[in-house]
């Protein structure tokens, strides 16, 4: 069945988009807008959990995010290869839901498989508008494709204030009990899923200072734009604005500028 929606957020394994852009894809649902979300993967390589206990958690993060639907294309972890097959797979989630915006993690990153799905959807993203590739689906191309931030600082094209919604994401991210510490009690991040976390290898997320460095990069991001927290996006194409002078209205005259820039 085609869901058409305004943004399609593609992450590599569950709980990249939480991390990445979930405050982002909530506040868009906020202003009611029509958010989707693709994961590549269902991580069964990753060292802490399994597949089944990363499909839980996703279901738990869900309640966070307000999608209006999440699909995982069970590509195999640790082998996102652009090949013929998986950009059909990708262009055909783009042709049935036709996302105006789609968002895709940034192509320098530590891990590879994150640079792999950077270059599968962009190239995906771009194929699907050609009619000439048959899918059994009208042809359609994404108006951007925007790159989210990982572990690989960059230079943002733009941030988003995520202020609002960054509680919200925080929980979301926690839902991922198996990957992330979780000192919050069980009522509020749910019962664990797995094996107890001190049976578990550490990873370099499984401590208290993973989520502290989250933190600290929103607040280094937030900083940018004069707010609490943000989260950076770039874009390969240049940026029209049709009028500067009401885009630019409202910065930096905001109710916390005075915090970052006082008179």
């Known amino acids: 069945m085609q869901e058409t929606v305004d943004v399609l957020a593609f992450g590599t394994h569950p709980d990249d988009l939480e991390?990445?852009?979930?405050?982002?894809?909530?506040?868009?649902?906020?202003?009611?807008?029509?958010?989707?979300?693709?994961?590549?993967t269902r991580?069964?390589?990753?060292?802490?959990?399994?597949?089944?206990?990363?499909?839980?958690?996703?279901?738990?993060?869900?309640?966070?995010?307000?999608?209006?639907?999440?699909?995982?294309?069970?590509?195999?972890d640790g082998h996102i290869e652009k090949t013929q097959e998986n950009l059909l797979r990708v262009i055909r989630v783009l042709r049935q839901h036709r996302p105006r915006l789609v968002l895709a993690p940034y192509w320098e990153e530590r891990h590879y498989d994150h640079v792999h799905a950077s270059h599968l959807v962009a190239e995906a993203a771009f194929y699907s508008g050609l009619s000439k590739i048959e899918t059994g689906q009208e042809s359609f191309r994404p108006y951007r494709v925007l790159f989210y931030l990982s572990r690989v600082g960059f230079q943002p094209s733009f941030v988003v204030d995520i202020?609002?919604?960054?509680?919200?994401?925080?929980?979301?991210?926690?839902?991922?009990?198996?990957?992330?510490?979780?000192?919050?009690?069980e009522e509020e991040a749910?019962?664990?899923?797995?094996?107890?976390?001190?049976?578990?290898?550490?990873?370099?997320i499984s401590t208290p200072l993973a989520l502290e460095v989250l933190e600290t990069m929103s607040r280094y991001y937030g900083a940018m734009i004069g707010a609490h927290h943000g989260e950076p996006y770039v874009v390969r194409e240049?940026?029209?604005?049709?009028?500067?002078?009401?885009?630019?209205?409202?910065?930096?005259?905001?109710?916390?500028?005075?915090?970052?820039w006082p008179r």
């Open 163 to 185: 202020s609002e919604t960054f509680a919200a994401k925080m929980k979301a991210v926690r839902s991922y009990r198996s990957q992330f510490h979780n000192a919050e009690p």
């Open 238 to 260: 240049a940026l029209e604005i049709s009028d500067p002078v009401s885009y630019f209205r409202t910065f930096p005259d905001s109710k916390q500028a005075h915090l970052f």
């Open 43 to 76: 991580g069964e390589l990753g060292t802490r959990g399994n597949e089944q206990t990363r499909a839980r958690e996703t279901a738990a993060a869900n309640r966070h995010l307000r999608l209006v639907f999440r699909e995982n294309l069970g590509i195999p």
């Open 19 to 40: 991390i990445a852009c979930g405050g982002t894809l909530i506040l868009l649902a906020q202003k009611g807008h029509r958010v989707g979300a693709v994961d590549l």
């Open 190 to 204: 749910g019962p664990p899923t797995h094996k107890s976390q001190n049976k578990e290898p550490q990873t370099m």
